[in-house]
């Protein structure tokens, strides 16, 4: 059996990577994967607070979940324990629960195993922080995408308000740039790209404009 593709694509939140990933798989009739979705429900099943217990204590909680991937492009369905997450995550509080919980060495450790698994058998597109420089290091393709954070901001702005959320500007200016400087400075697995990633601008770029560069690029590549 040939070798499963995995394409990896790393950055900062709002930046378009969900969006962008979804559509790329789509495109090569491959899986998804959100490694951030995976981190959210960790965080979320651990519950507030969860990111001050004991390593011990979090490696025992950590024991009883287990995430498997369905489906390809944006079909594509990430479960927890048989059950498919759902939009409970997608909040921005949810989403500094899971920047808490994965500066926590054993929370790294169980989704790299997780992760891996996944990609062992299943050809991806991984969206997340540190595809390309620590889960998948070998992949085929790998980017990293970028974008001003007020512009970013906005993005997370139009899709909660979408998703008919309440949702302020400033607000999430604040919590998002927190959650990056976190992202980026923790000591495990920081956000950062892989020497040899590919990196995109996506601030002035419109979405279709952006997928066209990546598809280019995995097509050279491969
Ligand atoms: O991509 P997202 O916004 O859903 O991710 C939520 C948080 O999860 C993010 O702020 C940091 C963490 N995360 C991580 O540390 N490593 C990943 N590969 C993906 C997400």
Redesign the pocket.
């Known amino acids: 059996m040939a070798e499963p593709l995995i394409i990896t694509l790393d950055g900062p939140?709002g930046v378009g990577?969900s969006t962008l990933a979804k559509r790329l798989a789509g495109h090569l009739s491959i899986a998804y994967l959100?490694?951030?979705?995976?981190?959210?429900a960790t965080a979320w099943k651990l519950g507030e607070g969860s990111w001050d217990w004991s390593e011990d204590k979090i490696r025992e909680e950590l024991g009883s979940l287990s995430f498997s991937l369905s489906g390809q492009g944006a079909d594509s369905v990430l479960s927890l324990n048989g059950s498919p997450l759902t939009e409970d995550i997608r909040t921005e509080q949810v989403?500094m629960w899971?920047?808490n919980v994965?500066r926590i060495t054993a929370v790294r450790d169980f989704?790299k195993k997780a992760q891996r698994e996944i990609g062992m058998t299943t050809s991806l597109v991984a969206?997340?922080?540190?595809?390309g420089t620590v889960?998948f290091p070998d992949a085929g393709c790998k980017f990293f995408l970028d974008a001003a954070l007020e512009e970013r901001a906005r993005r997370r702005f139009l899709q909660l308000q979408e998703m008919g959320r309440e949702a302020d500007l400033d607000e999430l200016i604040k919590q998002i740039g927190e959650?990056d400087a976190?992202?980026r400075n923790r000591p495990v697995?920081p956000?950062k790209p892989a020497k040899d990633a590919i990196m995109v601008d996506t601030t002035k770029l419109d979405i279709d404009g952006v997928f066209a560069k990546l598809v280019e690029k995995v097509e050279t590549a491969s």
């Open positions: 939140a990577k959100d490694t951030g979705a995976m981190f959210r989403g899971a920047s994965a989704q969206e997340g922080r540190d595809m889960i959650r976190q992202d697995a956000l």
